[in-house]
């Protein structure tokens, strides 16, 4: 596996905690309608964590893939479609 199907894997991870994490909001939105109750309010705070994790392991993901695409850019290690380095 070179860096650059690495590169494309770690972006793929982070879209796909995105999204995740937007799904996760939106059906708390759908099923609170205001916090009106000690069980909504616990649902809150545990949706408050998660998006703490989630915000994370985005920074983590986004990070690492920024990181690898500066080395294989200075080090010439992505290749490109046809097996060498990009044009």
């Known amino acids: 596996m070179n860096t650059l199907n690495l590169f494309y894997g770690i972006f793929?991870?982070?879209?796909v905690n995105l999204v995740f994490g937007y799904l996760k909001n939106q059906l708390f939105l759908a099923q609170t309608r205001s916090i009106s109750s000690f069980l909504d309010l616990h649902r809150f705070k545990q949706l408050a964590?998660?998006?703490?994790?989630?915000a994370l392991l985005q920074l983590v993901l986004l990070r690492g893939g920024f990181l690898l695409g500066i080395y294989g850019w200075f080090t010439g290690r992505h290749s490109g479609p046809s097996g060498g380095p990009p044009a």
């Open 49 to 54: 964590r998660q998006n703490m994790y989630l």
């Open 12 to 15: 793929g991870l982070a879209a």
